[in-house]
């Protein structure tokens, strides 16, 4: 998890030592170095880590003391239990929080899980976008519905970095959960203005049996097959585009409702989903359903051709340790553009997607994505 090359100053020979590692195995790379030389200090002539960012904050690290080498021992035994996605969070964590020594670097390492990863948003104009979709600003007065496709995401990213903080990484952008306020807000998802010969009423979704039973209620039905939908609203930005709103059937929509709600709780699934329905363009709401129910279906792709091309060897097995192995002895960046027009990947206003379980049809791979280079 963490290397460490050393040497006795006015000795050519450098001693790794792989952390985490035994007592013994510390106890042997002193004794090489003892047997360079018992004269001079120990000096580190090179850090590497899982963790990119993590050698730039162990600039100060002095190997001759006891109490910073087992600070870091224990730092990599923390860091050896973190998986992919972890590691990732806490190099952002690490560049958002204010790290003087290794007590600081210990304690953001057992407390990644306080931090979350939004995939993809690496810069003011990606999280201003994700802000924009993931509904913060939907419905403040100062951004009327017309004014949307003019909105500056730039800007808005910027002004949520600064207000927030966290970092942005080649992963995406980490910041402290508590700090979140993305996709944290419920609120109504889809409303329909239904009318029946008795009434009109605005049913807001998603909404559980029993409400949706005051409902007709209200209306004088027994079954919303008898009211007529007379107006489609969503509250998050670019569904209007991408999902029809003719022959609209309360029970779909419920449920299309219920669907986008839990897109919210995770990362980026809603950049996911409008990517998919940017391609896929169903020609109805029930359509516009089964493709958020096989989400699953579907992975968002790195814009980075080099990140993307080490995405393939981990997805195939390779873990990082291999990948940083290897790193400056393969081309990561044109296996991944191979890997994309392989794999049928599509660009999208929300960014790169595919289709896992097959590639998408040629014709729309031309209209969608007008070449990969």
Same mark, same amino acid.
């Given at each position: 998890m963490i290397q460490l090359f050393m040497k006795r100053s006015g000795s050519p020979v450098i001693v790794p030592l792989n952390l985490p590692a035994s007592h013994?195995?510390?106890?042997?790379?002193?004794? *090489?170095?003892d047997e360079a030389s018992r004269a001079g200090k120990t000096e580190i002539v090179e850090i590497k +880590?899982?963790?990119?960012? @993590?050698?730039?904050? @162990?600039?100060? @690290?002095?190997?001759? +003391?006891?109490?910073?080498?087992?600070?870091?021992? *224990?730092?990599?035994?923390?860091?050896?239990?973190?998986d992919s996605r972890e590691r990732n969070i806490y190099a952002g964590a690490l560049d958002g929080n204010s790290i003087n020594d290794l007590n600081d670097m210990i304690r953001v390492a057992e407390q990644v899980s306080d931090y979350i990863l939004i995939p993809n948003?690496?810069?003011? /104009?990606?999280? $201003?976008?994700?802000v924009a979709v993931a509904g913060q600003?939907?419905?403040?007065?100062?951004?009327?519905?017309?004014?949307?496709? #003019?909105?500056?995401?730039?800007k808005i $990213?910027?002004?949520?970095?600064?207000?927030?903080?966290?970092? #942005?990484?080649?992963?995406?952008? =980490?910041?402290?959960?508590?700090?979140?306020?993305? =996709?944290?807000?419920?609120? +109504?998802?889809?409303?329909?203005?239904?009318?029946? +010969?008795?009434?009109? /009423?605005?049913v807001c979704l998603p909404a559980t049996k029993e409400e949706l039973e005051r409902v007709k209620r209200t209306l004088g039905i027994d079954c919303f097959a008898e009211a007529a939908v007379t107006k489609v609203l969503f509250s998050v930005p670019y569904m209007d585009e991408h999902i029809p709103t003719t022959g609209v059937c309360v029970a779909d929509a419920n449920e299309l409702a219920w669907a986008i709600e839990g897109m919210q709780c995770e990362d980026d699934e809603l950049l996911k989903y409008l990517s998919v329905l940017s391609v896929e363009q169903p020609g109805t709401m029930q359509e516009a359903l089964r493709c958020a129910m096989n989400l699953d279906d579907y992975e968002r792709i790195p814009e980075d051709t080099y990140e993307y091309g080490q995405a393939v060897l981990r997805r195939i097995g390779a873990d990082d340790e291999l990948i940083d192995t290897i790193d400056g002895?393969?081309?990561?960046?044109?296996?991944g553009e191979d890997t994309m027009a392989e794999e049928g990947v599509r660009r999208t206003e929300f960014g790169l997607i595919r289709r896992c379980s097959s590639p998408f049809a040629e014709e729309t791979q031309a209209m969608e994505m007008g070449g990969l280079s």
């Open positions: 013994d195995a510390m106890t042997e790379a002193g004794s *090489q170095l +880590s899982v963790i990119a960012n @993590l050698p730039s904050y @162990l600039g100060g @690290l002095d190997p001759d +003391s006891r109490m910073q080498l087992a600070q870091l021992n *224990q730092l990599s035994s923390i860091i050896a239990k973190m948003v690496n810069s003011d /104009v990606t999280l $201003g976008r994700y600003i939907q419905g403040d007065p100062r951004f009327p519905e017309a004014a949307w496709p #003019y909105l500056d995401f730039a $990213g910027a002004e949520y970095y600064a207000e927030h903080g966290g970092a #942005y990484t080649y992963a995406g952008y =980490v910041l402290r959960k508590q700090d979140d306020e993305l =996709v944290r807000e419920k609120k +109504s998802k889809i409303q329909l203005d239904l009318s029946s +010969s008795q009434a009109q /009423v605005s002895y393969m081309d990561f960046e044109k296996l």
